[in-house]
Nanobody, 111 residues
Framework: QVQLVESGGGLVQPGGSLRLSCAAS????????MGWYRQAPGKQRELVAH???????NYADFVKGRFTISRDNAKNTVYLQMNSLKPEDTAIYYC?????WGQGTQVTVSS
């Protein structure tokens, strides 16, 4: 049974930072493509970043220079370090791999 469990969301002020985690089980983590997506109220889900475990990462233009995706294969966990957060980053953030989705973690950026 595949499980992707996100954590680390919360309320943060503009300019602040958060680190999201996604713990995976039931998949062959090493070598898998792991992605972070987000969905804001009233908007479609969109790609934030993904990592291929071959040293290749891709970021949406709106997070380049602010967010960093990384992974720890020993822990079957992928991370999303989010810096310089903006109110428009407010969304539910989801982890995805091989067509499976986590339940999401809420990120709210507000003063």
């Amino acid at each position: 049974q595949v499980q992707l469990v996100e954590s680390g969301g919360g309320l943060v002020q503009p300019g602040g930072s958060l680190r999201l985690s996604c713990a995976a089980s039931g998949i062959i983590f090493r070598g898998s493509v792991m992605g972070w997506y987000r969905q804001a109220p009233g908007k479609q889900r969109e790609l934030v970043a993904h990592n291929t475990d071959l040293g290749t990462t891709n970021y949406a233009d709106f997070v380049k220079g602010r967010f960093t995706i990384s992974r720890d294969n020993a822990k079957n966990t992928v991370y999303l370090q989010m810096n310089s957060l903006k109110p428009e980053d407010t969304a539910i953030y989801y982890c995805m791999s091989a067509g499976y989705w986590g339940q999401g973690t809420q990120v709210t950026v507000s003063s």
